[in-house]
């Protein structure tokens, strides 16, 4: 049914007719290393890139490790470099790739691997154990009340599915690993910028985002361009936060105005107290 | 590492050998969806040493594909909702199946399960005054789920988890369970299994243990379930000696997209014909209209003309048979693919396109205009969408005791999909993720008592250990063997042609010769390559699962001579009243084990107290 070649192949014929095939250049290896190997596989109309890799797995190499769940675009864990690109798997149809090409499939740069297309992400773990948890106010008589154009904000940074194809591709710790302690992500400083406009929280997340490495981010919008949700990460979550940032640390009116008035929230250190 | 080690101070690790590390906690909860989530909240609270397993990474379990809401007659659209009127819509909805006691509390305490979402951070979508507005799901007489647009699931899910790590609860991520072990007194003390990344084995004991493994949709071969979606925890339950009821109670949503295959399976929501979309075969015909059964007739259209007039004014017209009960539609469609008019990939045409303007298609449904656009390339305002129907959701399970979700084993506990008798022969849509949140709470607090006052340190049987792992190991260890994904392919094959929606007598003995074939193969399946990481040897470990919920959900629809909600027999079409007091229970007697028999028989229903019968005698016809 299928060739696995150890040459790179020349390419695959197009994408339509009888006896089509697609070349799936396939990262394998693990944290020692690995290499591209290449796959030749029959083309089957309306593929996208995750049955591709699933069809492999079932004939040539019953051991290729990918992640994935929903196949709908909806958990984020197939997330990989299709063609040097963050993609999610079940979202990247086949027919969109450029025509008689190989298709090369990597794990994600910015984690560690784990075994071919799997990579470890408990970066992204570590750093979500270190958000201080929501923290409404007091609850009045009858409830909560809250606007939906006041929940909409927050919603949508909420549509968030962690897939961390922005913090992938984000070149503050994709090219510089020892950024990495000192910085939370996007993923991250949209969690922030949640927390910060949702309208029942009282702890306060800018000196947090500060201490996390808000500043660090020069608003390429990398992160934006790939987030398969179409979440504004940079104009509707970085910005408005490094807005209020320097709000919080620079303005001297907003500053006096604390002294007298006193905070309403809380600061970082003591959220993280509990 | 992606699954991250416990602090030690949390998991004194006991007895560290070279073939499996060890781990003890007071409550061990295996699935970490909705419930599994909801119920390790609760423990932790409690100040239980707890811990989470989940065989995928924190939050990607399958309530992430929930969207339309969770159902609890909160009252905020419509005062005049109750848990009265929740729990009466849920047992007619279940055809009476149900456990009278868990849908009157899952009625009663939803509301609640919402509202403390809200207070740990969830933004429900609102009411012009500001309240958690609510959403009309069929089977529900008011407007009931509280909603995020169609992603409710993800914000449940979301919420929990951010919830779950504020409190510093250990999570052991990509680890699959294997086996439950009772200690000497047979209660459920350990739980054998291994590190996906890794390929180590891992023994957990504790004094309680919550199963929150969701459902057993992977077995067919079209499903909107994910590849977790084994049935492990009702597998597991079985071979513990627990009983399971309802196992041939299968919900098969009718519209599942057919192609292209990268979607095959995957929910096309109902609010497609709600919303003016009408089904028709490959002439072109709209089928439907043949397929009214005389229960609905007095209510439904008999022409096109009345059907459409109906849209725009519910009083003078009769429904469109498009909107026939989820059951109806599935089996009319099931007929026309069968007489070969069927479309090209094997299911029928929905077709919005041609009834309604492409503004209009955009406007009230989004997700699905962008879901067939991204994944199918089909333009929906343009063309027609190839639907047919796809194994949806788990109805039975593990029977529990329904104030505490104990299971019929000391020391192991129930919740969600894995949990029988909830929602009966049949599920209203909104009431699976109360069920998550309402029992997972209740779990919590049932396992952490049951951990409270259990005596001892939790032991068990050392060469169960090791005999979990060698047969773990084993396929590792043949020469020659079946490829799992051969079997698995066949079983799935199996049971969409032998057991899936319209099932026969015949048919169903067939499959169950066929499954003990398959349950022979998968004792002889190879696996290449090593433990790390690898698809193949963790295919061939979810297989024992699959076979042996597959077995079950055969013999009880075997079993069932009656056709009742979610199970329809071609042979006994119509339900029988003496069928509707029973469950069929199944339970593994003599041997337990992948390779015992399960043997099975009907158990009176819980008999429901005069005062909530009375609400049925009550109610207006619907």
């Known amino acids: 049914m299928t060739d696995t070649q150890t040459t790179p192949a020349a390419g695959a014929a197009p994408a339509a007719g009888e006896n089509a095939t697609v070349t799936m250049r396939v990262w394998r290896g693990d944290d020692v290393g690995g290499e591209f190997t290449d796959y030749v596989m029959p083309a089957v109309e309306g593929e996208v890139v995750l049955d591709v890799i699933h069809r492999i797995q079932a004939s040539d190499a019953p051991d290729l490790a990918c992640r994935w769940n929903c196949k709908a675009g909806k958990c984020g864990s197939c997330s990989a470099e299709i063609n040097g690109l963050p993609r999610l798997m079940c979202m990247t149809r086949m027919d969109t790739l450029p025509p008689?090409?190989?298709?090369?499939?990597?794990?994600?740069k910015t984690f560690p691997i784990i075994r071919d297309l799997v990579t470890d992400v408990s970066f992204n773990y570590e750093v979500a154990k270190t958000v201080p948890a929501f923290e409404p106010g007091p609850e009045p008589e009858g409830g909560y009340r809250m606007m939906q154009v006041d929940v909409e904000r927050g919603q949508e940074f909420r549509k968030c599915i962690e897939c961390f194809m922005c913090q992938d591709i984000c070149h503050v710790i994709r090219d510089h690993e020892d950024n990495k302690p000192n910085y939370a992500g996007p993923r991250f400083f949209i969690r922030f910028a949640e927390l910060e406009m949702h309208p029942l929280d009282v702890n306060d997340r800018r000196e947090l985002a500060h201490d996390r490495g808000l500043g660090m981010c020069n608003i390429t919008k990398c992160c934006t361009e790939v987030c398969p949700e179409h979440i504004k990460i940079t104009d509707n979550g970085i910005i408005p936060m490094k807005e209020r940032v320097v709000d919080a640390r620079y303005d001297p009116v907003a500053w006096l105005g604390r002294k007298i008035t006193g905070r309403k929230k809380k600061t970082a250190e003591e959220a993280s107290a509990g | 590492m992606s699954t991250p080690a416990p602090t030690p101070t949390a998991t004194p690790t006991a007895t560290p050998t070279a073939d499996f590390e060890t781990f003890d906690y007071d409550v061990i909860i295996i699935g970490a969806g909705g419930s599994g989530l909801r119920a390790a909240i609760e423990a932790k609270e409690r100040g239980l040493?707890?811990?989470?397993?989940?065989?995928?990474?924190?939050g990607k379990a399958h309530t992430v594909m929930a969207e339309g809401g969770m159902a609890a007659a909160m009252g905020n659209v419509w005062k005049e909702d109750n848990w009265q009127v929740h729990f009466r819509d849920t047992m007619r909805g279940g055809k009476m199946l149900n456990n009278w006691r868990m849908a009157q509390i899952h009625a009663q305490e939803a509301p609640d399960r919402v509202y403390e979402l809200e207070r740990w951070g969830a933004l429900f979508d609102r009411t012009p005054d500001g309240r958690i507005t609510q959403r009309d799901f069929g089977g529900h007489r008011y407007a009931r789920l509280a909603h995020v647009g169609d992603r409710t699931g993800l914000e449940l899910i979301r919420t929990l988890q951010q919830k779950v790590v504020s409190m510093g609860t250990d999570v052991f991520m990509e680890t699959k369970i294997l086996r439950l072990l009772p200690d000497a007194e047979g209660r459920i003390s350990g739980a054998v299994g291994y590190r996906r990344p890794t390929g180590e084995m891992v023994l957990f004991t504790a004094k309680a243990f919550v199963l929150a493994t969701g459902s057993i949709g992977k077995s067919w071969k079209y499903t909107s379930?994910?590849?977790?979606?084994?049935?492990?925890?009702?597998?597991?339950?079985?071979?513990?000696?627990?009983?399971?009821?309802?196992?041939?109670?299968?919900?098969?949503?009718?519209?599942?997209?057919?192609?292209?295959?990268?979607?095959?399976?995957?929910?096309?929501?109902?609010?497609?014909?709600?919303?003016?979309?009408?089904?028709?075969?490959?002439?072109?015909?709209?089928?439907?209209?043949?397929?009214?059964?005389?229960?609905?007739?007095?209510?439904?259209?008999?022409?096109e003309e009345e059907a459409d007039a109906w849209y725009d004014d519910h009083i003078n017209y009769r429904r469109t048979p498009d909107l026939l009960p989820r059951d109806e539609v599935a089996r009319a469609i099931n007929s026309e693919v069968k007489a070969g008019r069927g479309s090209p990939h094997g299911g029928v045409f929905l077709d919005i396109a041609s009834r309604r303007t492409p503004e209009y298609i955009r406007r009230r449904l989004p997700s699905m205009y962008h879901q067939f656009m991204e994944l199918a390339g089909v333009d929906i305002t343009a063309g027609p969408m190839e639907v047919g129907p796809t194994c949806h959701y788990m109805m039975g399970g593990v029977r529990v005791d329904a104030e505490t979700q104990a299971a019929t084993v000391p020391g192991l506990f129930a919740i969600g999909e894995v949990s029988g008798g909830m929602h009966g022969a049949n599920r209203l849509g909104g009431n699976s993720l109360s069920d998550l949140i309402v029992f997972g709470r209740r779990a919590g607090i049932g396992a952490s008592d049951f951990a409270e006052g259990r005596t001892g340190t939790p032991s068990v049987d050392p060469a169960a250990v090791t005999s979990v792992i060698d047969e773990a190991f084993a396929p590792f260890g043949r020469e020659e063997g079946y490829n799992p994904y051969d079997v698995h392919e066949e079983l799935q094959e199996t049971m969409q042609a032998l057991v899936g929606i319209i099932r026969t007598g015949p048919e169903l003995e067939e499959a169950l010769v066929k499954l003990e074939e398959l349950k022979d193969r998968t004792s002889k399946v190879q696996v290449k390559g090593g433990r790390a990481y690898n698809p193949g040897w963790n295919l061939a470990t979810d297989l024992p699962s699959m076979i042996t919920t597959s077995i079950a959900v055969a013999q009880g629809a075997l079993n069932r001579k009656e056709s009742r909600g979610g199970h329809t027999r071609e042979d006994f079409p119509g339900p029988d009243p003496e069928m509707g007091k029973v469950n069929f229970v199944q339970r593994q007697t003599g041997e337990h084990g992948y390779l015992a028999p399960i043997a099975i028989g009907p158990e009176p229903l819980p008999e429901m107290p005069p005062e909530l019968r009375a609400l049925f005698e009550e109610a207006p016809k619907p």
């Open chain 1, 100 to 108: 008689g090409e190989p298709v090369t499939v990597a794990p994600m």
């Open chain 2, 49 to 58: 040493r707890t811990a989470l397993v989940c065989k995928s990474l924190l």
């Open chain 2, 225 to 303: 379930n994910s590849w977790e979606s084994v049935g492990d925890g009702h597998a597991m339950a079985i071979w513990a000696g627990a009983d399971v009821i309802d196992m041939e109670c299968v919900q098969f949503h009718p519209t599942g997209m057919v192609w292209p295959l990268s979607v095959r399976g995957i929910l096309v929501t109902e609010g497609v014909r709600g919303d003016g979309g009408v089904l028709r075969n490959s002439e072109g015909k709209r089928f439907m209209f043949d397929y009214v059964a005389d229960m609905f007739r007095a209510e439904t259209a008999e022409t």
